[in-house]
């Protein structure tokens, strides 16, 4: 199993920007300290991978976690959602107790 997932909608979106961009990255996933709650998600496109970072490719995306922000994601799925209020990348995270309405915060106590 693995320890951080990509869903198909979400690995089409990033193949999508990265060929928008016109050069080779990934979706860099990353769990800072801060937010409403406590911690929070960072994506940003990274064209460079750290030797410790987990790679996980999908089709033509690939995904980057590095091994501190793999511990807070352990049993994870990155998803995209297109929805009425917006687009955005989502973190379905079973290790969150809670979050707050911007869906980018979240806490584990």
Do not use: W
Not at 22 to 48: I, M, W
Not at 62 to 90: C, I, N, Q, R
Request: with cysteine; hydrophobic share 40%.
């Amino acid at each position: 199993m693995e320890q951080f997932a990509v869903t198909d909608r979400a690995a089409a979106r990033i193949a999508e920007i990265v060929a928008s961009e016109g050069k080779p990255a990934a979706l860099r996933v990353a769990v800072l300290a801060g937010g409403c709650s406590g911690f929070q998600y960072r994506f940003e496109l990274d064209a460079n991978r750290d030797p410790e970072d987990l790679l996980i490719e999908h089709g033509p995306a690939k995904v980057l976690v590095d091994p501190a922000s793999l511990d807070l994601l352990a049993g994870s799925e990155l998803d995209y959602t297109d929805e009425l209020m917006g687009s955005h990348f989502a973190v379905r995270n079973p290790n969150a107790k809670s979050a707050c309405g911007c869906g980018t915060s979240f806490s584990l106590d």
